[in-house]
């Protein structure tokens, strides 16, 4: 192969890459595709291998195909007075008599695109459309004879997503391109780590690969490097962790043996182990950063409580923290029953109010709960010596930090999530934190049984609905817009329907576009029984108690993962009652969303389900990008693979073990792998 002089690096800018028009460059730039480097670590979605096409015969199977086509005739038409469809008739390539109908849905512009004799490679699953078997919405790409033929035909074919405003094969073509001008020399960066291909030999195996099996190898490759950068990360925090001067928090339980004592029911067994986690950890001279992950009603507050109780016992005043005020107040009232009997000093302290129990602010020692008002709170003591952080996705990281770093001694952490994290992304997401698991639920709650239901049901279950109220019950409804969005359900359309079908009942309103004291007197009349029907979006997801509700009704369901689902019927079948989870939803029996739906109808264990949540959307959507730490995440695979997260994790622990600071000239290219606060920390 003839040598070609390099033109382009990682860092050169696409407006300087000759191929790409300045047209192009504009809509590259405003997906967020600046350089080379962005350009290229933008992934195929999935490959095609137009080696061998699939056969006409493999339409009926309800899998996708990929077939090489020629055009017969093109038409839009009309279905009733308003919806319009454009029907494309191909003929396999080759063939004469084999023909089937492609059709688009109000999008005319596809009738505009293709005409009679176009070559076409299509992808897309064939159904029955009336009594013929058509291919609804398929993927295609007009194939033409020009200098870049060959990298659409006869070889592995990258197809890649999105809507950049630019065809996907006018994209393959300036990637190709890309990489015939791009400097392959060895780069002296981190990934002889990585034992196969440089990385950008690499990268250009993943894009063009000679084989499906190259693909995944290639995939691999990047994800083992991703996943090390990750695992960095995580180790370096742990060790800014240990370096922290911290102190004893606990050394007797002789107040955990007087609440155990008013309390009218036995702690788990699964409580009393996390309960002897946090005790060993506090009572050591090291700082506690411990993660307590339960399902949904496992108790953890209670747990939080008891290391709490803890602290007091040894001197010190404890502080929980939780995302809203309404939660904060039922934690508030809540300690200060169980607590008052035993003498314990119990604080509230909100952005709008601050109550005391019966001391002042300043005496010690106490529990305090509050908001997020605590992180600007002046008057607190400076040295707190435990911070419990309740439905801690909800806070940022430098909120946490914070609460945290208030003094020269840093306090014992403990966060709470009754949000089930597969074993893999707390590998990763909190691997600087110890985990403490709740998997055991306490007894004396009502049964819950969930339904998947279409919305032609919904007189049935308006009815029901009924009788559950008659019986003195409350009801959730959740809708997933504020407003009406496409076909999804909003909570005003919710709300005029409730009041219509059960007009003799309360119905009220919840969503996150309400003031924050609306909401709160929302919730506080809901749990007076004020009102019998809450129509919400998903902020009632992390909300107050009310054993009295025993019906959560989910509209669109099938546009919630199974985590989320899970968490909102986290609301219900906390009381003695049996509860009632329907999940209402407009997809067809036979579809992969009904499927999915009918996974909580089978399994109540959050953390099963977080595992098959996990596979079907992947970690950003699982937990929240922003919070995740995974925002950026391109090869998010490696997610779900416990072996190359250990084999990442290992290579880190060696690299870090070695040279903590990442400063030699081995190790310092690392840095770049590395996050703000961490790159600090090497730095410095």
């Given at each position: 192969m003839t040598e070609i002089t390099p033109l382009f690096s990682y860092t050169t800018c696409l407006k300087d890459v000759h191929h790409i028009s300045s047209k192009e460059?504009?809509?590259?730039?405003?997906?967020?595709?600046?350089?080379?480097?962005?350009?290229?670590?933008?992934?195929?979605?999935?490959?095609?291998?137009?080696?061998?096409?699939?056969?006409?015969?493999?339409?009926?199977?309800?899998?996708?195909?990929?077939?090489?086509?020629?055009?017969?005739?093109?038409?839009?038409?009309?279905?009733?007075?308003?919806?319009?469809?454009?029907?494309?008739?191909?003929?396999?390539?080759?063939?004469?008599?084999?023909?089937?109908?492609?059709?688009?849905?109000?999008?005319?512009?596809?009738?505009?695109?293709?005409?009679?004799?176009?070559?076409?490679?299509?992808?897309?699953?064939?159904?029955?459309?009336?009594?013929?078997?058509?291919?609804?919405?398929?993927?295609?790409?007009?194939?033409?004879?020009?200098?870049?033929?060959?990298?659409?035909?006869?070889?592995?074919?990258?197809?890649?997503?999105?809507?950049?405003?630019?065809?996907?094969?006018?994209?393959?073509?300036?990637?190709?391109?890309?990489?015939?001008?791009?400097?392959?020399s060895p780069e002296s960066d981190v990934y002889e780590f990585v034992p196969e291909q440089t990385q950008k030999e690499a990268l250009n195996l993943l894009h063009f690969p000679d084989s499906m099996e190259q693909a995944a190898s290639m995939k691999r490759r990047f994800a083992l490097e991703e996943c090390l950068g990750i695992q960095l990360n995580v180790g370096i925090r742990r060790r800014m962790v240990q370096a922290k001067?911290?102190?004893?928090?606990?050394?007797?339980?002789?107040?955990?043996?007087?609440?155990?004592?008013?309390?009218?029911?036995?702690?788990?067994?699964?409580?009393?182990?996390?309960?002897?986690?946090?005790?060993?950890?506090?009572?050591?001279?090291?700082?506690?950063?411990?993660?307590?992950?339960?399902?949904?009603?496992?108790?953890?507050?209670?747990?939080?409580?008891?290391?709490?109780?803890?602290?007091?016992?040894?001197?010190?005043?404890?502080?929980?923290?939780?995302?809203?005020?309404?939660?904060?107040?039922?934690?508030?009232?809540?300690?200060?029953?169980?607590?008052?009997?035993?003498?314990?000093?119990?604080?509230?302290?909100?952005?709008?109010?601050?109550?005391?129990?019966?001391?002042g602010f300043k005496s010690d020692p106490r529990i305090i709960v509050g908001t997020h008002a605590l992180l600007y709170a002046k008057d607190i003591e400076d040295q707190v010596g435990l911070v419990v952080i309740d439905e801690q996705h909800k806070f940022g990281v430098n909120q946490r930090a914070s609460l945290i770093d208030r003094g020269e001694l840093c306090p014992d952490v403990l966060v709470m999530t009754a949000t089930p994290i597969p074993r893999t992304l707390t590998l990763t997401v909190y691997g600087d934190l110890d985990v403490s698991l709740l998997e055991q639920m306490p007894s004396g709650r009502g049964e819950m049984t969930t339904f998947v239901r279409p919305y032609s049901a919904m007189k049935k279950v308006v009815s029901f609905v009924k009788s559950q109220i008659d019986e003195g019950r409350q009801i959730y409804v959740v809708s997933p817009m504020i407003e009406g969005e496409s076909k999804a359900r909003s909570v005003a359309e919710d709300l005029a329907y409730w009041q219509k079908a059960l007009p003799k009942y309360a119905v009220g309103l919840l969503h996150g576009k309400m003031s924050s004291e609306d909401k709160d007197q929302v919730m506080r009349d809901f749990k007076a029984n004020n009102i019998q029907i809450l129509v919400s979006t998903t902020v009632v997801e992390v909300g107050v108690d009310v054993p009295n509700s025993t019906v959560m009704i989910i509209n669109d369901a099938e546009r919630f993962g199974l985590a989320q689902l899970h968490q909102l019927r986290g609301r219900i079948g906390r009381g003695e009652h049996p509860s009632y989870c329907i999940l209402v939803t407009a997809s067809d029996e036979e579809s992969e969303e009904w499927a999915k739906l009918k996974i909580l109808e089978e399994t109540r264990n959050g953390f099963d389900l977080a595992e098959k949540d996990l596979q079907i959307r992947g970690p950003g959507d699982v937990l929240g990008t922003s919070q995740s730490g995974l925002k950026d995440v391109s090869f998010g695979d490696w997610i779900g693979d416990i072996r190359l997260i250990q084999r990442a994790q290992f290579l880190a622990n060696k690299i870090l073990d070695e040279d903590p600071q990442l400063s030699s000239k081995k190790y310092r290219s690392l840095r770049s792998l590395l996050q703000g606060d961490c790159q600090k920390a090497v730095i410095n």
């Open positions: 460059c504009e809509l590259l730039e405003k997906s967020g595709f600046l350089t080379v480097r962005d350009l290229l670590f933008y992934l195929p979605k999935r490959y095609e291998d137009r080696r061998r096409f699939d056969e006409f015969g493999a339409l009926g199977q309800q899998k996708p195909v990929c077939l090489h086509v020629n055009v017969i005739d093109a038409r839009t038409k009309f279905a009733g007075a308003k919806r319009r469809y454009t029907e494309v008739l191909v003929e396999e390539k080759g063939m004469v008599k084999t023909r089937f109908s492609c059709i688009w849905f109000n999008m005319p512009m596809i009738g505009k695109m293709l005409c009679a004799g176009h070559e076409l490679v299509l992808f897309g699953t064939a159904k029955k459309f009336g009594k013929n078997l058509c291919m609804l919405h398929p993927d295609f790409e007009v194939v033409k004879d020009d200098a870049y033929h060959s990298i659409h035909l006869e070889r592995i074919v990258p197809v890649y997503g999105g809507r950049l405003g630019i065809s996907i094969r006018r994209l393959r073509e300036i990637i190709w391109g890309i990489f015939e001008k791009l400097d392959f001067h911290g102190f004893k928090t606990a050394s007797k339980t002789a107040l955990l043996k007087d609440l155990s004592e008013i309390l009218p029911f036995e702690l788990t067994a699964g409580q009393k182990q996390c309960i002897k986690e946090i005790f060993d950890d506090m009572r050591s001279p090291h700082v506690m950063n411990r993660l307590l992950q339960g399902d949904v009603g496992s108790g953890k507050t209670l747990v939080a409580l008891c290391a709490m109780l803890l602290c007091v016992e040894h001197g010190f005043s404890s502080m929980m923290m939780a995302p809203t005020q309404i939660l904060a107040e039922q934690h508030y009232q809540q300690f200060l029953r169980l607590l008052t009997p035993l003498g314990i000093n119990v604080s509230l302290y909100t952005g709008d109010k601050r109550l005391d129990s019966h001391v």
